[in-house]
């Protein structure tokens, strides 16, 4: 009967040892197991990860999109900055902070700021001008950068020389002055035929620029046949830095700066119309 006792005994403890040894085993396994994912938080980063989608194209036209641009599109500094007759610059004084000389070649009889455009855009300048001796033609920067001062000289010159209503109509009242950005040449031939005329748009040169400005991020700013769109003459010197994307849209597109500003901004039609 003892022996039995001993035996049951025995055998009870060895069951309670077994036990706890596989509890530990089973609980061992689940803390070094690797753990199904937190489906609720899956849940939630997708649902967050949707309500940030890439940012919509800007619809120009039915047929013209254009990616949205970084930045503040009415800050004097911004590439797609506005600048005529009824949007001047916010600081009548502005110069951009990152004027450079021109690396092209330009009007030794000018200023040296007015020789000058913003750094940023020089490559994209460069690249122009390289494209163009290619082709065939050497260009030449008439007038790039024009401060608030400078342009007042100019302007008021124009005025006492051919009266108001005429110099408004190639010319810019100061702090108006789309050359204030930094981001305008006016463009001519080395040779300077039909320098600063119209007849410059009929030049192998001026052909060439029409046709290839928007590759390298300008705009005809003052087309022919928009002059009661922009307010001023055909201006087929004018260039204005815009980037490679929206010169080639308004380019597809036919459409001035001053048109597509208001789309930029996401304007509505009334206001489009003001």
Known sequence: MKQNSKKCAA???????????????????????????????????????????????????????????????TADNHIWRLVNKTHPLKNSKYRPENLQLATVDSRPDKPEEERSVRADIMPDVEQLFA??????????????FRGYELQNTYYSSYVNTYGQAAADKFSSKPGYSEHQTGLVMDIAAADHNCYLETCFGETAAGKWLAKHAHEYGFILRYPKGKERITGYQYEPWHFRYVGRELAAALKQADMTLDQASPILLGKSSAEKSR
């Open 11 to 73: 055998l009870l403890a060895a069951a309670v040892m077994i036990g706890l040894a596989s509890g530990g085993i089973i609980a061992y396994r689940k803390l070094n197991s690797p753990q199904p994912p937190n489906t609720q938080k899956t849940q939630n980063d997708t649902a967050n990860s949707s309500k940030s989608p890439a940012k919509k194209l800007i619809k120009l036209t039915d047929s013209v999109s254009v990616k949205p641009a970084a930045g503040d599109y």
């Open 131 to 144: 494209s163009a001796k290619a082709a065939g033609h050497d260009l030449q920067i008439g007038s790039g």
